[in-house]
């Protein structure tokens, strides 16, 4: 195993447009004669945004953007887990599709999106782009603060703009079955909507201490068909090893990334998918920030500031990469900013070695910024951060100084996270919490200075099925965890010793 790398319903499809001051993503309707979405062309509705935008005429991005296309320098190859020889696309093969492994690698600019595909994203894009005026008041800055809100999904975040390719791509492929891991659930619960709009079958491993902590996005899951087991589990050869190490183990997304994959490459009918950290999936979410660059040029405003939170990835990728590129060009020159959390820093104090992407090493091996694939984050409630890796790209990115990184510990977050949701109405999932805090971190700045940069912010989903994390917050029980130093360098020395 260690060898190899790594219901169909009524389609559907939702006619969206901006006019004027409203955002307008219209209802949607079923065509029982075919099993490709259609364009319900005579069903139209409004829904008012809760926000002023002059985005009148924005459109729904026709390709991704590939950020590797514009780079000085390419970044460095996956490496095969066994042989350490740069991976080949035969070695991807038992775990993803075709088409996604030529994603993975390709330099091209930009990549077509297959017209189902922008069918199923009418439902909810173009995501509304927010003037967090209220923010703005509450903090006395004279920043202006925007937020691209990736909540209005029907999973409640990011990850639906990559969970329907890529259970498009292998239902294409005839795939009946596809894995994965997931931390919150947030991607879990993507990925199950999306089979259940394709007609595959999902089995989703969730890393235990957020399958305890929120249940909801466990029913959610299941409500969409999917089949949840906690990680690490008894079902798989990774997961039982580790429950006789650590019978209490709170699970990792390594661990959880392990089980999946192992079942994937033992059964010729599965694919496995990943929700963050590959190029294929960042490239993804490049569509939100093509559609933040023309929201911002209706609106009249340049960002001077950029952030968003991380944890393997593919959020910040989204907003940011398309920025990078304008930027490269001379166009436009933000400070673009990662968060993470303190507890799992690993942009900030991992260290950029090839490491595997998993904890039972049948991964390939990726250059990345790492606190090793044994590092098991505490229990932290952003469990969509807890990933002991950053992604290849990303890594990349970072070493060639196109932007910076931070961490926060999660009170921090919690305390921003309470007052963007009274002033601004939303509740965030503790993740973008993250990129809130240091949003009010950088608005507060400005008030000292008089400066008033345009500070643009990632707030990747909503936190509906999260507020036991507030629960704690607000009745003084929630505490911050850091790292334990011991505990990285312990996890560091398994890292693979190559010559890079």
């Not at 090893?241 to 033992?266: C, M, Q, W, Y």
């Not at 496995?272 to 490239?283: E, F, I, K, M, Q």
């Amino acid at each position: 195993m260690a060898q190899s790398l790594f219901m169909i319903t009524p389609r559907v499809r939702l006619h969206s447009s901006l006019q004027g001051d409203e955002l307008r993503p219209g209802f949607f309707s079923s065509n029982d004669r075919s099993c490709i979405l259609k364009l319900s062309s005579n069903c139209r509705a409004t829904a008012q945004a809760a926000h002023k935008s002059d985005s009148k005429g924005i459109e729904i991005p026709r390709q991704w953007y590939n950020l590797i296309a514009d780079l000085p320098v390419k970044p460095p190859p996956p490496l095969h887990p066994t042989t350490f020889e740069p991976a080949k696309p035969e070695d991807l093969s038992p775990l993803f599709p075709d088409e996604l492994i030529k994603q993975e690698a390709t330099n091209d600019r930009f990549i077509d999106i297959p017209e189902e595909v922008i069918d199923v994203y009418r439902l909810w894009r173009p995501t509304p782009l927010i003037r967090a005026k209220r923010l703005e008041k509450l903090l006395d800055t004279p920043a202006r603060i925007y937020y691209k809100y990736e909540g209005v999904s029907p999973a409640g975040s990011h990850k639906p703009n990559t969970a329907v390719p890529q259970v498009w791509y292998n239902a294409q492929q005839g795939v009946k079955n596809v894995v994965t891991e997931t931390g919150a659930g947030q991607w879990g619960s993507s990925l199950a909507f999306a089979c259940s709009l394709f007609g595959l079958n999902c089995e989703v491993w969730q890393v235990r201490a957020s399958y305890d902590q929120k249940p909801y996005r466990k029913l959610m899951m299941q409500t969409w068909g999917a089949k949840v087991h906690p990680s690490p589990s008894s079902i798989t050869e990774a997961g039982r090893r580790i429950l006789e190490k650590d019978p209490s183990t709170p699970g990792s997304l390594g661990i959880a990334i392990s089980e999946a994959v192992e079942v994937a490459a033992a059964n010729a009918d599965t694919k496995y998918c990943l929700g963050s950290v590959l190029n294929h999936v960042l490239l993804h979410q490049t569509v939100i920030g093509e559609e933040c660059i023309k929201q911002m040029e209706a609106m009249g405003d340049t960002p001077d500031v950029i952030i968003g939170c991380t944890g393997g990835g593919s959020n910040f990728a989204g907003i940011a990469f398309p920025f990078i590129r304008e930027k490269l060009n001379g166009k436009i020159n933000p400070v673009i900013r990662a968060v993470e959390p303190a507890a799992c820093p690993s942009l900030t104090k991992g260290v950029y070695a090839y490491d595997y992407g998993d904890t039972a090493r049948l991964t390939p091996l990726m250059k990345m910024h790492t606190l090793g694939h044994d590092f098991v984050p505490d229990p932290i409630h952003a469990g969509g951060l807890r990933y002991h890796g950053m992604a290849p790209l990303i890594s990349h990115v970072y070493e060639l100084g196109y932007m910076e990184a931070i961490s926060i510990p999660q009170t921090e977050c919690f305390e921003g996270a309470i007052q963007f949701a009274r002033s601004e109405g939303l509740i965030p999932a503790p993740e973008p919490t993250h990129a809130i805090a240091a949003t009010i971190r950088e608005a507060l700045r400005c008030r000292e200075t008089g400066e008033s940069k345009v500070i643009l912010m990632a707030m990747c989903g909503h936190g509906h099925f999260d507020l036991p994390a507030y629960e704690n917050y607000l009745q003084g029980g929630l505490v911050d965890l850091s790292f334990s130093e011991e505990k990285i360098q312990a996890s560091l020395a398994n890292i693979p010793r190559l010559v890079s």
